[in-house]
């Protein structure tokens, strides 16, 4: 079965740094679009960023631009998220997808891991 396992989360302080990681499991996804979301608490899932295939493009949502930084591994199979200067408001259950279209938007991504939370302390 076709799995995305996201590893990474914790609880840290407000400032502190986290890097999540994602890997498949069943299948190879070098090629494929990568995305990662996150949903609060009572709120709707949200658009965290996305990587392009070949790692030539990136895309942020304005609450995460400069303090989180998407990557793929050498093998583009493995995708993380840095994130540095953590706030209190970037608490989540953050997921990790892959999809055909490099997008913002969750339903473009077909493929999802089980989410790995995030939890800031002020």
């Known amino acids: 079965q076709v799995q995305l396992v996201e590893s990474g989360g914790g609880l840290v302080q407000a400032g502190a740094s986290l890097r999540l990681s994602c890997a498949p499991s069943?299948?190879?996804?070098?090629?494929?679009?990568m995305g990662w979301f996150r949903q609060a608490r009572g709120k709707e899932r949200e658009f965290v960023a996305a990587?392009?295939?070949?790692?030539?493009?990136?895309w942020y949502a304005d609450s995460v631009k400069g303090r989180f930084t998407i990557s793929r591994g050498n093998t583009k199979n493995t995708v993380y998220l840095q994130m540095n200067s953590l706030k209190p408001e970037d608490t989540a259950v953050y997921y990790c997808?892959?999809?055909?279209?490099?997008?913002?938007?969750?339903?473009?991504?077909?493929?999802w891991g089980q989410g790995t939370q995030v939890t800031v302390s002020s």
């Open positions: 990587i392009a295939w070949n790692g030539g493009a990136t």
């Open positions: 069943g299948r190879t996804f070098g090629s494929y679009a």
């Open positions: 997808a892959a999809g055909n279209v490099y997008s913002n938007r969750d339903r473009e991504y077909g493929y």
